[in-house]
């Protein structure tokens, strides 16, 4: 996979701290499809959720130093035990980390991040997609806290007691009061706060009330693939003022229209975009690996991201920001929040 790239794109690629904000790996996990240190094959075509991006021996191959895994209660388990099923996915991970213990360590902090790397490892980041969970009480913020949890998306698509989600849009719906208290109570805890799947009035609300930098864990430009769940100029420029990140994603849909014609160099094209509009300091990587169907051309599983590296060098960026682009953004906005 690294046949055709060059010497100083693999050195590069080899220095750089590369922080990955999103897949649903711990899903299949889980539900007991696979392990996360056992190597599984990509497949062309897969189920929403299990179409095997990710496993411990390709994000090594990857040179992942930071995963975020994101905790997502799907259907079938709300409202009633969304908040087992985060415990129950939050098991898996802790279960990974006991049967890997060379291979993976927990990050609570960009020390442990750097600890990874310096070591070899890959460090893992608990992700809460989605509210729910919480059952609109802080407390349960404060103890999936405890339990290493680093990152929230405040929803996904549908409404929950925080906000409204992307499929509620008709309502105009933004934060709820229990949103607003939930924002700062992460902002004081040091949870990062992501948009992603976030209603457009609920991205305003976030952006205004959070004192900390803001994430999309993983969109993309509205400006080159009009989809509801990309960001749109406004808001990209929202999240840079804060601070943050926005983590550009693989999902095809995401990418281009028809969604037949993505690929590596569209996923180039969203960053040139990104950076274009609100600099080098505001754009990361957000795979969401496992978390869609079929493979993207050219990053065909986290094995193949020295591809990318490849691609941002020849696009022209100099190695520092290739270096930010690939990781050091989000180690920097993981280091000011959680610390």
């Given amino acids: ?80 035990d969304a908040t087992n099923e985060a415990l129950r996915l939050i098991d898996a991970f802790y279960q990974a980390l006991d049967e890997n213990p060379d291979t993976l360590l927990q990050a609570t902090t960009a020390a442990d991040v750097e600890q990874a790397k310096a070591e070899g490892k890959v460090a893992g980041v608990l992700s809460l997609e989605g509210a729910e969970a919480l059952e609109g009480d802080l407390a349960m913020l404060r103890t999936f806290h405890r339990l290493g949890l680093r990152a929230l998306g405040l929803t996904w698509n549908w409404r929950n007691q925080a906000a409204d989600g992307l499929a509620e849009i008709r309502t105009g719906g933004g934060l709820t009061e229990f949103g607003v208290a939930l924002v700062r109570e992460a902002n004081r805890l040091g949870v990062i706060l992501d948009v992603s799947h976030l209603a457009p009035a609920g991205v305003r609300d976030l952006l205004e009330l959070s004192e900390a930098p803001v994430v999309a864990s993983h969109a993309n430009a509205r400006a080159l693939c009009d989809h509801p769940r990309n960001l749109t100029d406004e808001q990209l420029e929202g999240i840079a003022a804060s601070g943050g990140l926005v983590a550009v994603t693989y999902v095809p849909p995401f990418l281009a229209h028809p969604p037949e014609d993505a690929s590596l160099e569209r996923v180039l094209d969203h960053v040139d975009y990104i950076v274009k509009t609100i600099g080098v300091d505001h754009v990361g990587l957000g795979s969401d690996f496992d978390g869609f169907g079929g493979v993207l051309p050219g990053l065909e599983d986290v094995s193949h991201l020295p591809a990318l590296t490849a691609g941002l060098v020849a696009r022209g960026y100099s190695d520092e920001q290739v270096a930010k682009v690939l990781g050091g953004n989000y180690l920097r906005v993981f280091r000011q929040v959680a610390g």
């Fill in 1 to 80: 996979m690294t046949a055709n790239i060059s010497q100083h794109v693999k050195n590069l690629h080899a220095s750089s701290v590369i922080f990955d904000g999103h897949c649903d790996t711990l899903l299949p996990i889980r539900d007991g499809d696979r392990r996360l240190g056992e190597r599984v094959p990509a497949k062309a075509e897969g189920d929403l959720l299990t179409s095997q991006h990710i496993d411990l021996p390709r994000l090594l191959e990857g040179g992942v130093t930071a995963q975020i895994f994101a905790c997502f209660a799907r259907k079938p388990y709300l409202p009633s």
